[in-house]
Structures are given as C-alpha cells and as structure tokens.
C-alpha cells in the first residue's frame, strides 16, 4: 500500500469518528452501558472465533520468532476473553462523568457559572503488542463518550481486528452510533504519522507502549498527547522513620512486583539512621533476590552491595535491582528526587509532620506518598475505579488517569436575561 | 548577535529560572503578596524612570510609522502605571491556590487520597505591543509560584525591561527567589525559537497575541501549549425565546464593546421566530450601526442586510458587523455553531428547560450561556478573580483561565504503614 493510501484509510477512519463522536457525546449512560455489556456477551459469544484469530497472531510470532514471554503475554485463551468482558463489565458500572456540573457559583448579578464535564471528541490510541488493550481502552473511551481509533502492534493485528469489529458490531446493535470503535487496518508505519497529522479531528493521542514509541509519538504529534515514560520510584526514609514500617515498606515497593511502573527502583536513607537502618534493609532485600546497587556510604555498611553508577540512579530497572544512596538531610533527598527520578511515584518515611509536609510540597511528581508504599499509585487503589494509564505530564492529568481524565470541561452559565454593564 | 548566541542568553534565563521555580514553589503565600506589593509600590516610585523609557518605545514605534491606536496601546503615563500597579495589589488580595488539597477519599485500607495543586514550575509568556502584559502575567505567574520568562514584543521593548527588571528587584528584596520575572533581553526572532525548544526547562508556554504569533508558537513549540485563536461567538434565538431578552442580549453581545474576544459576531434564529425577531433586531441593530451580513431568508426580512458569504459566517468582525442566518431547529443551529464557530463562547436564548439543555451539552465551546450574554465569558466575571487568557483547548484548561489555572496538581497519598496486598 502506498503511504497516500494508507493517509486515506485513516483520515476517513477519522471522518467517521467525528460523526460518531457528535452522537456519543450526548447519549444517556444507560445506552453506553448497555452496549459495554453487548460488547462483553459478544466477546464471550465469539470466543472461538477470537482465539482462532489469535492463533494467526501466535503463528506469525512464532514464525518472527518472538520470545515467549511476549507470546504469552500475546495469547488470548477462554479465560482471558472471560477477563476482558468482565473488565468491561466493570467499566458499565463506573459512575458517568459526562454531563456532570461542579464548581457552580452564582455571581453578584444572578448567573450561575458552573463547569460541565464533557467528551474530548476522538481519542486515538497508540499502543503495542497485547490485545487486551484494545478492549479496555475501547470501553473506557465509549463510556466517556468519546470515540476511539486505536492503532496496535503489528503482532497482534489480526486479534485486535476482531475484538474491535465485534466491539463496534455489539455497540451499535445496542445502540451506540456506527464507528464509535475503530481499528487502523493496516499496521503500516505510515498509519501512524497520519494519526498524529490528523489535528481538529483527533482531539488526544494516549501512547501506551515502550520509551521509544512514546518519544516517537511526542516528536511526531501535532495533537496533544498524554503519556509516561519511565518510573524511577524513590523511597527515602528520613532520620524520624519508624525503621520496622520502612523496612517493610521498602520490601513491598521493590519485591511485591518488581516489573511494573510504581515499584521502588531506588532507596535514599538519612545519614543519621543509615548505620541503623541498612544493614538490617540490606539483609532483607539479599534475601529477597535483589542485587543492590550504592553509593560509597551504602556500599561501607552492605557488603553485598556493588557501586553504583549515576546511571544507575536514573534507571528504571524493573527487576529485582535497587540503587541506593545516603543523604544528610531532607532538603537533599528532595533536590536528590528532582534531579534523578522520573517525576513518577516517591515515598517518604517519617514521623515528623514537618517532614512529611515538606516532602509532599517539594517532590516534582506525579504522586507523593507519606509512609505509604509506592506501589499504591494506580488508578483502582486511588479509588477512580479504573485506569486508562499514568501521566507523568503536567498539563490536564498528572498520576493515574480515570474516567473523569478522559474528559474535558466546558464553563456552563445559566442566566436569566442578564447582560453586561 | 549571532543565533547561537541568542539561545545562549536564553538558555541561561531558562537554567535561573528553574532555580528561581524550585525555591518559588514553596513559598508562603505572604511572601509572594509581599512581593506583589513591593513591585506595585516599585512601579509608582519609579514613574518617571518608566514613562522615560516608554517615550523611547513611543518615539521609534513613531519613526516605524505604528497607527495612532498602537502608539496609544503602547502608551504608559501615571494613570495607565497607577492602574498596573493597582491591578498588582489586587492579585496580591487573591485566594493562594499553591498546596490547596482537594478531592479526599479514604480508600477501605486507610490510606487517604487527594490531590494537591503545584506550580507547574517556569512559564513562558510569548506577546505582543500593550507593556501591561509584562506586569499582569508577571504577578499572576508569581503569586501561583511559578517562575516566569517573559518575552514581548519589539515595539515595547524598552517599557518591558524596565518593568520586568523593577518587579525583579522589588520582589527579591521583599523576600523573592531573584530571577522569579525575567524578560528575554533581545527581540530576535531566534530567540522565541530558543524558547519554545526548551522542554523540560520551561513547562507551559502561553502565548498571547495576533493569530499568525500564536499559529507560529503552536507549530514550534515542543512544550506544551494553552491558547486561543478567534472569538466568532454566536447568539442563537430559540423558537420559545422571550424576544425582548433576546434583543436586549444580541444588542449588549454585540455592541457592548465589539472589538473584544467575547463579543458577538454571528446570530442564529431559529425560523419559527424569524419573521417577528428578524426585523426589530434589524432595525436596532442598525441604528446602533451595525452592518448586517444575512443569508437568504435573514435578507428577505431585514432590507439593510447585504448577503453574507461562507466566509463571513467564520469570520470574527471585532468591529460593527454580524453575520446571520435561518436555521430550522435546535440541532441545526448546534451544528451550525459546531461548524463555523471557533470553539469559544456561544449563549441560547430560550424559554425552553429541555431546549436549553440540549445546547449546553451539544455545543462543543469552551463556555456555553443560556439566556446571559456572550460578553460573560471573562475570568473575572466567572468570578476567577482574574484572567490569564483565555483557552479554547480542550487540555488542561478550557475558557477563561485563572490562577487556579497556572497550577497542576499532583496525588498526595497519606497512609500509616500501608503496602500492597
């Protein structure tokens, strides 16, 4: 296929999504939510059908030789296709934010101004390999009332075609518009950079995948993206820490589940209980598996531990590693965090109010935990019943983003007449 | 100066601004209202120092041959000085949005999780000619903790660094980070280039101006961006308007002060009240001295208007003009608006609750009245308190912004030992 015809495919894909979107945006939630649920008997209907998809998938994996770990995490099977028509279940019973009006004041002359939560219009989803994304995003996306072009990996294209063609056949059966979910029929490179040219019709791009689809998709977009990169939690446990708690919060950060975003990659301790505090912390996570990398004062009182290198403490390493430093003091550990993380997930251990407060103000990220471990931040143990992803951005959401995130506002006036003096 | 050494100066104004922003953030806010007052007294005891430097603006915008209208917007005199400094001591009275927490919840296992707004760290002001600018976004930037770089335009260089150097130095010795204001010393054009690539430097950029400023800011930047074009605001009249509101709304949206953002630049009737409204709007309007620009059926009933193009149906007058048209429902009006609007300020007027609703949720503008004038659509008429601008973005913030705009938020979890299950 040639680029200007790739270039047609999405920019008519695009043409649809509008349209669709212009009827989405108002829909009561009882229609969203009963085609969410036609979406999810029809995935389980469809069960044969969809593995047999996925078997084509598997096939080309084997045949491109990918490693088993991404075949697994490639493969739908019975149980799996129960679990994404379960998620989607869930997203039905989520509270609607569209509509919504907060913030309402009345002004001296009588209008009431207020704010309205509403759809952004068309959100294109960029994202790799497992094709349970497809159906978690297409859900949370329908159920804000936005419509949706996803684009997956190559890998996974012929499952993701048939989960987004029965989600978008059983959606409008049920009455959503036609096109609410589309996929980028073709995996061509071209596809996307004729997504990310598409300003005034996609209104967001959310990139979910590796660093560098992320980077790509940032230099390349002309549409606003929400993304993440890495996640360089910190925990620092200050001179006050109940040592017991920080020793089992930084056992549960690091080990609970080392391989995901808000596991602690990176341990500070305050000089005044490090003689204390590291040997016994440094005996725990050994025992655990993990290989700790220090400065030369961690490395002083853990004889496991090997010298770390300054790219060390930048590292995301999403495995049984930490590195770790001594600080001498909280206004340190702070500008340490700053200058070294990733503006992600940073905890504080302490028992000084102060401190805490400090801490909370001081830290440039995303989410900042007092005696609390890092691995809490995540949109269902933040109480927002979902997640579409985590923004480590600053601008519209920043942390786990929900429903509400998927949405925009407008400023409502209700008046009676009035007019300017 | 060569292009080097232009992103050279700005890239040391970019690495003293974050070490202004980092101390900025987590200033007290008596600190920052002390600041604010210190400048505003500043400006007044320096009036002559700053009405010399103006004149040398006023003496080459005169030499360029800028209109009498430019040269008055670029004018500062006592009163004019008097009133920027006033307006700095009313940001100083406001609300400080910096540390609020809000949106609580106690999740089931005790940890309590909220949000806490943040400076967003260094904003970049790129504008044009009015020196007020410089004072104005200056304060509102400081008094939300945000350092600032500030970048106007040629014709007011010299009245701009005068003010940016004066609201520094008064901000520093009332107890400031220095380098909190900062002016781009040079006007060449490398050096808003030089800006808008300093991602991870600067964190918001708002740019303020004429369309082909803005268009330029959006297509360079790799920062993000808050902004707005036009302002082609309808009036829509329902068929159950009460027609003597709806003249009385049309006049003041239209003619109130039309060479403003928020005022009126197209009317919409819906048919069934065209033959009555149509020809008393026609005659008010013109003798208010408005020229009416219709389709068929609004030039069948008003003799003075002339036929309107497709292009004055987009097109924002800021003058005594309006655009009109016939429209045969409520829908057809919403998509009316949705397709030649500009996303900005749109107002119903109805006697209709169902009608009235209908609007509020299907136009897709950044603020959206019923029965109250366009001409609302301010920050300080929302009750913001102030303005920064307005956005007609659909991230982060969406109509008129204010100081509560100038913050993100961070996740601030509070938790007594807790860990993941």
Chains 1, 2 share one sequence.
Request: a negative charge; aromatic letters at 4%.
């Amino acid at each position: 296929m040639t680029e200007q015809d790739t270039t047609k495919i999405v920019e008519a894909l695009g043409r649809r999504a509008r349209t669709a979107a212009a009827r989405l945006a108002s829909l009561r939630p009882a229609v969203k939510n009963r085609a969410l649920l036609a979406m999810a008997d029809r995935f389980e209907a469809s069960a044969s059908e969809i593995i047999a998809a996925n078997e084509r998938d598997l096939g080309s994996g084997r045949d491109k030789g990918l490693s088993a770990a991404m075949l697994d995490r490639l493969r739908l099977d019975a149980k799996r296709i129960g679990a994404m028509a379960d998620a989607m279940r869930q997203v039905a019973r989520l509270d609607d934010p569209v509509g919504e009006i907060y913030d309402m004041r009345t002004r001296p002359n009588g209008i009431r101004v207020g704010r309205m939560r509403t759809p952004f219009g068309v959100i294109g989803i960029i994202y790799e390999s497992r094709p349970n994304v497809t159906a978690d995003a297409g859900a949370l996306c329908v159920k804000s009332g936005n419509a949706v072009i996803l684009r997956g990996g190559s890998e996974a294209i012929h499952s993701n075609t048939i989960l987004a063609r029965l989600m978008d056949e059983a959606g409008a059966e049920a009455g959503l518009p036609e096109h609410s979910v589309q996929l980028v029929p073709t995996t061509d490179r071209a596809a996307v950079s004729a997504m990310l040219g598409m300003s005034g019709v996609i209104d967001l791009i959310i990139p979910r995948g590796g660093r560098s689809l992320i980077e790509m998709v940032v230099r390349e977009s002309r549409i606003p993206v929400i993304k993440h990169y890495d996640g360089n939690c910190h925990v620092y446990v200050d001179a006050s820490a109940d040592l017991d708690m920080a020793e089992h919060i930084v056992m549960n950060a690091k080990c609970q589940r080392p391989g995901v975003c808000n596991a602690a990659e990176s341990l500070l301790v305050h000089e005044a209980v490090a003689q204390q505090f590291l040997p016994r912390i440094g005996e725990k996570l050994v025992s655990a598996g993990v290989e700790i990398r220090g400065d030369a004062a961690v490395c002083a009182l853990i004889p496991a531990a090997k010298p770390a290198t300054d790219e060390d403490h930048r590292t995301e390493f999403l495995d049984l590693v930490i590195s770790a430093a001594v600080v001498p003091n909280l206004d340190a550990a702070i500008a340490w965090i700053n200058e070294y993380g990733s503006h992600h997930t940073e905890a504080i251990i302490t028992r000084d109010h102060d401190c805490a407060m400090r801490f909370l103000a001081g830290v440039d990220s995303a989410c900042v935990h007092v005696n609390a471990s890092t691995r809490f931040s995540d949109g269902g143990e933040y109480g927002l019943g979902c997640e579409i992803g985590i923004s480590t951005d600053k601008l519209h959401a920043r942390g786990p983003m929900g429903l509400v995130e998927l949405t925009t506002s407008k400023f409502v006036v209700l008046g009676e007449g009035q007019v300017r003096e």
